[in-house]
């Protein structure tokens, strides 16, 4: 069964540094997501990306962040400068049409 | 203002048992929603789409009322296994809004 993976699963930056999280969705998804959730609090809304633009990106999105798909398969997020409270569990996820989406295991991130 | 909003619970049920969940939401222009579980400190895990007409799968029923602004999930014969949070999700333009979730324990 196809599946989106993201690595890596457990990243550790110091803050103030910029760390790049990667996801490769299911291969012939067309739209593509992250999230963040921070420990204990619910799921969070970061943005999506269709036909290689983001097509939507939430308050939390802000210029500190940035999404790419460099190429056919990988899809990243990238956080420049990161803070403490940019530490939480990040998600990726992909869809068809139908919206139903799959999540990835997940990357947590520790900013110390 | 919560575009979501869900019963935290927790829910404690006996295995066998049927169980409801609700989840309300606020913008009337939310075009989609679904019922994803999540097990602790793992991603969320799509359940079901619910649709107007309502939706069955197994034993888990999913119902949308507009009118309302509320959509349900239903669990029937819970078990074990069960035993998740469970997070209601709602799309709004190309926006997706999730739930804080509702912890059911499915108790032997």
């Known amino acids: 069964e196809p599946e989106v993976t993201q690595t890596p699963s457990h990243q550790v930056t110091q803050m103030g540094q910029e760390v790049i999280l990667r996801c490769v969705p299911i291969?012939?998804?067309?739209?593509f997501y992250w999230y963040r959730q921070i420990l204990g609090q619910k799921v969070e809304f970061l943005v999506s990306?269709?036909?290689?633009?983001?097509?939507?990106k939430s308050e939390i999105f802000d210029d500190q962040f940035s999404v790419e798909r460099p190429d056919g398969s990988n899809f990243t997020l990238k956080i420049r400068s990161t803070k403490l409270e940019d530490s939480a569990m990040y998600f990726c996820?992909?869809?068809?049409?139908?919206?139903?989406?799959?999540f990835g295991p997940g990357t947590r991130l520790t900013v110390t | 203002r919560k575009e979501v909003e869900q019963d935290p619970g927790p829910f404690n049920v006996p295995e066998g048992a049927t169980v409801a969940f609700n989840c309300t939401y606020s913008?009337?222009?939310?075009?989609?929603f679904f019922w994803y579980r999540q097990d602790c400190r793992k991603e969320p895990k799509l359940l079901m789409s619910?649709?107007?007409s309502g939706n069955e799968d197994g034993r888990f029923t999913a119902q949308l009322n507009r009118a309302s602004q509320y959509i349900s999930l239903l669990i029937r014969d819970s078990k074990l296994s069960d035993s998740a949070t469970y997070l209601c999700?709602?799309?709004?333009?190309?926006?997706?809004?999730f739930g804080t979730g509702t912890s059911l324990t499915v108790i032997p």
């Open positions: 996820a992909s869809s068809e049409v139908s919206y139903e989406q799959y």
């Open positions: 291969s012939n998804h067309l739209y």
């Open positions: 990306f269709y036909n290689n633009e983001i097509s939507e």
């Open positions: 913008n009337s222009a939310s075009q989609s």
């Open positions: 619910v649709y107007s």
């Open positions: 999700v709602g799309l709004t333009g190309n926006q997706f809004y």
